[in-house]
């Protein structure tokens, strides 16, 4: 396998890492006295910063480079992990320590995908979105089980050794890496980054940002299904360690798929396929039932996930493409924010089981646009791409 695709898988699994770490803070911080509304809010804070900068972040990359954006941020992560493991402090002081987690962790994603749409040659670059995505999923089998570990059995004292470790790692990944292959203008001059009135006039930019919203709406499910599941006494972890083996399986044994087929046409069926796996287990009444969908529902996100990240590079001109991976991660953060707005403002109106029925209506329905959307100029930005 390339060196550069496995340096990029194992940089995507230290940065998940730390921010995985911390889907276990609201039970951990309810061990430590905190009431369910202050929990939210230390919760909330990371993912409104991740949202709010992600269009700084093409920003930041573009004027510090790619390898320095990612160390600086890097380095932000790993000061504020070691700042709440040496001092947690008032709750203020806690609420802004994760605000400043939350830009460090959306800059260093900003850069990471830029790094990733630089320097992977075309040829290579379907295999590689998939590859360097399971990056992402190993998270869910290592750290996610060990926070949880640490949670339930009052180890709390080790719960921040998980994302301190997790941000050296990546400090430390971040500083090996090569500087990223910027492609040269024709005249052999250095490359100059466009704008975002260019990226709007050069590309399909308002379907990336409605194809990448609505997708990330079905993705952030995961943080609905918890309480569906509870309240029918099934345990969640059957949904979703099952969604994580259909998509590893698919990101492995699938991933030379990329590379032979549109990966833009890609993205709308593997959305649909997850968001009618999203109805079908809002019905779901035993844990074999949560196993099967669940694994579907792992299969499209398989397809899903890598085929949206990959529309920085498929449809973006390499000048374009620090500020159309803001556009993209912006757009699918925006969605993992709003999301526990709706679950708290809908399932009191309407009942959880409700509340998200109608939100997997809205999924299959905005997928299916999504479908559609892509499909009929799919093959017209392909044929652009090559003349880029």
Do not use: H
């Given at each position: 396998m390339d060196r550069l695709i496995v340096s990029l898988i194992v940089v995507n699994i230290a940065i998940y890492s730390y921010s995985n770490a911390f889907f276990f803070l609201a039970p951990y911080l309810a061990t430590r006295g905190y009431s369910a509304a202050s929990a939210g809010i230390l919760v909330g804070a990371f993912y409104a910063a991740t949202t709010a900068v992600r269009p700084l972040g093409g920003w930041i990359t573009e004027r510090?480079?790619?390898?320095?954006?990612?160390?600086?941020?890097?380095?932000?992560?790993?000061?504020?992990?070691?700042?709440?493991?040496?001092?947690?402090?008032?709750?203020?002081?806690?609420?802004?320590?994760?605000?400043?987690?939350?830009?460090?962790?959306?800059?260093?994603?900003?850069?990471?995908?830029?790094?990733?749409?630089?320097?992977?040659?075309e040829s290579?670059?379907?295999?590689?979105?998939?590859?360097?995505?399971?990056?992402?999923?190993?998270?869910?089998?290592?750290?996610?089980?060990?926070?949880?570990?640490?949670?339930?059995?009052?180890?709390?004292?080790?719960?921040?050794?998980?994302p301190i470790?997790?941000?050296?790692?990546?400090?430390?990944?971040?500083l090996r890496l090569r500087p990223a292959k910027y492609y040269p203008s024709t005249d052999g001059s250095p490359m100059k980054w466009g704008s975002y009135s260019d990226l709007f006039r050069d590309t399909p930019a308002a379907k990336i940002i409605f194809s990448c919203f609505f997708f990330g709406l079905c993705d952030s499910s995961i943080v609905f299904v918890g309480n569906v599941f509870l309240e029918r006494n099934l345990v969640p972890s059957w949904f979703i360690f099952s969604l994580g083996g259909g998509?590893?399986?698919?990101?492995i044994a699938g991933r030379n798929f990329f590379n032979r087929y549109s990966r833009t046409a890609l993205a709308g069926?593997?959305?649909?396929?997850?968001?009618?796996?999203?109805?079908?287990?809002?019905?779901?009444?035993?844990?074999?039932s949560l196993v099967v969908w669940g694994f579907s529902y792992g299969l499209g996100m398989g397809f899903a996930y890598p085929a949206h990240l990959a529309l920085t590079a498929d449809l973006a001109a390499p000048p374009l493409r620090a500020k159309a991976s803001a556009l993209v991660h912006f757009s699918m953060d925006l969605s993992w924010f709003l999301l526990p707005l709706y679950m708290g403002f809908g399932s009191s109106l309407f009942?959880?089981?409700?509340?998200?029925?109608?939100?997997?209506l809205l999924c299959i329905v905005t997928a299916g646009m999504v479908t559609w959307m892509w499909l009929p100029e799919g093959k017209s930005y392909g044929r652009k791409k090559k003349t880029l």
């Open positions: 510090a480079g790619v390898r320095r954006s990612m160390i600086f941020s890097a380095l932000l992560c790993l000061v504020c992990a070691l700042a709440l493991q040496l001092y947690e402090g008032p709750f203020l002081w806690f609420v802004g320590i994760r605000i400043v987690m939350g830009v460090g962790f959306s800059i260093f994603m900003v850069a990471l995908t830029t790094y990733q749409a630089l320097s992977v040659e290579k670059r379907g295999l590689a979105f998939v590859l360097v995505s399971v990056g992402s999923l190993i998270p869910m089998f290592t750290v996610m089980p060990l926070t949880d570990y640490f949670v339930r059995n009052d180890l709390g004292q080790y719960y921040y050794l998980l470790g997790a941000a050296a790692i990546s400090l430390y990944l971040a998509a590893l399986l698919v990101r069926p593997s959305f649909l396929l997850m968001a009618l796996c999203l109805l079908g287990v809002s019905g779901a009444e035993s844990p074999s009942g959880t089981q409700t509340a998200f029925r109608l939100f997997t």
